[in-house]
T-cell receptor
């Protein structure tokens, strides 16, 4: 099946720093979704992207839909401790729009 | 509160035992999904349903069965649990309104098979 590769796998940053992560696919996606998962919880949607080249922000988060439709990027500016968690990219595929998830980027923020 | 509720939250099974995980949603969503999450592998789709009375296999269906007798409930069954089924299981439901995907995830069931 389709695979989404995320990098980096994990990041250790200091509070206040900016963060960048990306997601790449071997095939085209028409929608990119970015989720955050807190410990012991299910994924929560952060940003949804629906058009190639689209740049969308949600507070300190900005995500971009790559023009090749095979990649997407998520940036977090001025990180804070509550940004800690695992960030997943995902794309719906097939007639039932089943989500394919990336492998995740684990973010740790130190004071 | 509207959302997806999963029960139980935790369970320990012995190899060979059976159990059923329940997912309930009160948002009148047609689509429901069961995923498993293992360390470093993201979430993988086990089974899904596009409506009451319908189910289909996902990426990793072996060892699991599902039923959708009522629109609001999606059950995941393990007939004979194996240690390889130790994982965190997430249920999700989906709507499509106004051109936007609206997936809602439950908080998960942590299953350990010993």
């Amino acid at each position: 099946g389709q695979q989404l590769n995320q990098s980096p796998q994990s990041m250790f940053i200091q509070e206040g720093e900016d963060v960048s992560m990306n997601c790449t696919s071997s095939s085209i996606f028409n929608t990119w979704l970015w989720y955050k998962q807190d410990p012991g919880e299910g994924p929560v949607l952060l940003i949804a992207l629906y058009k190639a080249g689209e740049l969308t922000s949600n507070g300190r988060l900005t995500a971009q839909f790559g023009i090749t439709r095979k990649d997407s990027f998520l940036n977090i500016s001025a990180s804070i401790p509550s940004d800690v968690g695992i960030y997943f990219c995902a794309g719906p595929t097939g007639t039932a729009s089943k989500l394919t998830f990336g492998t995740g980027t684990r973010l740790q923020v130190t004071l | 509160n509207a959302g997806v509720t999963q029960t139980p939250k935790f369970r320990v099974l012995k190899t060979g035992q059976s159990m059923t995980l329940l997912c309930a949603q009160d948002m009148n969503h047609e689509y429901m999904y069961w995923y498993r999450q293992d360390p470093g592998m993201g979430l993988r789709l086990i089974h899904y349903s596009v409506g009451e009375g319908t189910t289909a296999k996902g990426e990793v269906p072996d060892g699991y069965n599902v039923s959708r007798l009522k629109k609001q409930n999606f059950l995941l069954g393990l007939e004979s649990a194996a240690p390889s089924q130790t994982s965190v299981y997430f249920c999700a439901s989906r709507t499509w309104t106004g051109g936007y995907y609206g997936y809602t995830f439950g908080s998960g069931t942590r299953l350990t098979v010993v």
